[in-house]
């Protein structure tokens, strides 16, 4: 069964650092790519970084110096260090992994997502 599993939310007050990790399961042949995503209330899920399995990433501009995201690739696992957040960053935060599954064809599989509140 393949598994990708947040963690890392909660509450944070403005400024503060959290890092929020996701872990996807052990049976992937080759995972091409890992991603955060972002999904305010009333708002659309938004990319926020994604990293390749060559080390390329990309970010949003609103996140762009503030974020970090890193991956460990003998766990399949990838991090989003989050600096100086702000209430706008307040969302439940969402990992992919762009991925094949054993000899399955290539897909991309979501996680159940973890609610991050940023308020004083």
């Known amino acids: 069964q393949v598994q990708v599993v947040e963690s890392g939310g909660g509450l944070v007050q403005p400024g503060g650092s959290p890092r929020l990790s996701c872990a996807a399961s052990?049976?992937?042949?080759?995972?091409?790519?890992m991603a955060w995503y972002r999904q305010a209330p009333g708002k659309q899920r938004e990319l926020v970084a994604t990293?390749?399995?060559?080390?390329?990433?990309v970010y949003a501009d609103s996140v762009k110096g503030r974020f970090t995201i890193s991956r460990d690739f003998g766990k399949n696992t990838v991090y989003l260090q989050m600096n100086s957040l702000e209430p706008a960053d307040t969302a439940v935060y969402y990992c992919?992994?762009?991925?094949?599954?054993?000899?399955?064809?290539?897909?991309?599989?979501w996680g159940q997502g973890t609610q991050v509140t940023v308020s004083s």
């Open positions: 992919n992994a762009d991925g094949q599954v054993g000899l399955g064809s290539r897909d991309v599989y």
């Open positions: 052990r049976n992937f042949f080759i995972i091409y790519a």
């Open positions: 990293i390749t399995n060559n080390g390329n990433t």
